[in-house]
């Protein structure tokens, strides 16, 4: 495992890793909203190359070692007027966001992937399988949503939050970490203190952006409801989601896996905004089970 740079055709360079054999079928990881790649716990990546993918995580764009489009600034003030409804120029969506993933395929020399996407990064994959279908071999959309206003929605207590800050420098983020960590995760799968502590630090290490963040706000609150359209996909669909999911309430995953055709709906009652290091295991088994779906996993 070596951190790499790969300059697509766009000119966005995207930070990555890989696990496991470069000949198994490739498996993509697309993490959240202002999370880089370190989100995804190594372990987890080697679990699922022990399970026979090529795993690639990468940091999305403004996160981590990523290209940071600093010269397109945004202010809280327009992220408060897209949610309520205003309709403005953002620095980019979704669909960009996914040309990014189909990028670093491209510049992997990758045909196609089994995509799994947690968060914003399953709006991603969605986003993905819809536009890009011919390299999705299959999709898994982890705590995520159509994009449907009526589904998946925040909870009211944390509005805010995600543009709240814990002070100035490498302790105030690391503070309002803690303090998201607290407010998304359950009682019952929380990482412990000290490892979320750990996590903010590493994260803000690798390069963290309060701007890259609101970019990828304004990506969000701009997505267009993707729920008939998922009704096109064809690959084989698994859906997660935690029953105590507070950020991306759980109708979001249920509305996922009735809008596409045969999806597979894995809902893990105490479960919150998060993948538990007690269910990486199972996480990886349901991963691995949806991708021997596809036909092209055995090539």
């Not at 600093?70 to 809280?76: F, G, I, K, Q």
């Not at 947690?118 to 969605?126: E, I, L, N, T």
């Not at 919150?272 to 088994?285: D, K, M, S, Y």
């Amino acid at each position: 495992m070596t951190e790499r740079l790969a300059t697509l055709d766009s000119g966005i360079t995207l930070a990555y890793e890989t696990f496991g054999d470069a000949h198994d079928p490739a498996l993509l990881l697309i993490m959240g909203l202002g999370c880089p790649m370190n989100w995804w716990r190594t372990e987890f990546c080697e679990e699922l190359a022990a399970r026979g993918f090529h795993v690639i995580r990468y940091d999305n764009r403004d996160t981590g070692r990523s290209t940071r489009l600093d010269d397109r600034p945004v202010t809280r003030r327009q992220v408060a007027a897209t949610a309520a409804g205003s309709r403005r120029h953002v620095p980019y969506t979704l669909s960009d966001l996914a040309d990014d993933a189909v990028g670093l395929l491209d510049a992997l020399g990758i045909d196609a992937a089994h995509v799994v996407g947690q968060s914003m990064g399953g709006m991603v994959a969605q986003t993905m399988a819809i536009e890009h279908p011919d390299r999705v071999l299959s999709l898994t959309s982890i705590m995520s949503t159509t994009g449907r206003r009526t589904v998946g929605w925040q909870h009211p207590r944390l509005a805010g939050m995600l543009l709240a800050t814990g002070g100035v420098g490498e302790d105030g983020y690391v503070r309002q970490s803690m303090r998201s960590a607290r407010a998304i995760s359950s009682r019952l799968y929380g990482l412990p203190p000290a490892a979320v502590e750990e996590r903010a630090h590493e994260t803000y290490g690798r390069g963290w952006s309060i701007q890259g963040t609101m970019r990828h706000m304004l990506a969000v609150l701009t997505q267009p409801d993707r729920t008939h359209v998922l009704g096109d996909v064809r690959v084989p669909t698994l859906v997660i989601h935690g029953g105590a999911d507070r950020m991306v309430d759980p109708s979001g995953g249920r509305a996922t896996a009735a809008a596409v055709p045969g999806a597979m709906l894995l809902m893990v009652p105490g479960m919150g905004h998060e993948i538990p290091v007690a269910l990486e295991g199972l996480f990886a088994t349901a991963i691995a089970r949806n991708a021997r779906r596809s036909h092209a996993h055995t090539r």
